[in-house]
């Protein structure tokens, strides 16, 4: 892996990501920073999760961003998804957490 490529991914959530983050603090009367935190943590944790085994993620929110460093074993899958599909490792990354958005919102 290039040193270019190490190193904290910042993402845009997508709406349907958003309206999920609303859906899940309506629900459980968060207000919108606390309700993006909470789904922000479930996406990147399914994520590593699936691809690393780790069970704790850190990041930061900052104006709707979200930043994220990912795991060494994150980083290479990342890497490698972003060579396979000839897009970068932030656009991964982000289908990936949109893709979880909605995870945990049907009870």
Not at 70 to 78: I, K, R, V
Request: glycine content about 4%.
């Amino acid at each position: 892996m290039s040193a270019e490529q190490s190193g904290p991914i910042e993402i845009e959530p997508s709406d349907r990501f958003r309206e999920a983050a609303h859906e899940w603090g309506d629900r459980r009367m968060l207000d919108e920073e606390e309700a993006m935190g909470a789904k922000a943590e479930q996406a990147l944790l399914e994520i590593e999760h699936l691809v690393a085994s780790h069970t704790e993620v850190e990041f930061e929110i900052e104006d709707g961003t979200i930043r994220y460093e990912p795991s060494d074993e994150l980083s290479e899958f990342l890497d490698e998804q972003a060579a396979f599909a000839g897009i970068n490792r932030e656009t991964v990354l982000s289908l990936h957490v949109n893709l979880f958005a909605r995870v945990f919102l049907d009870e």
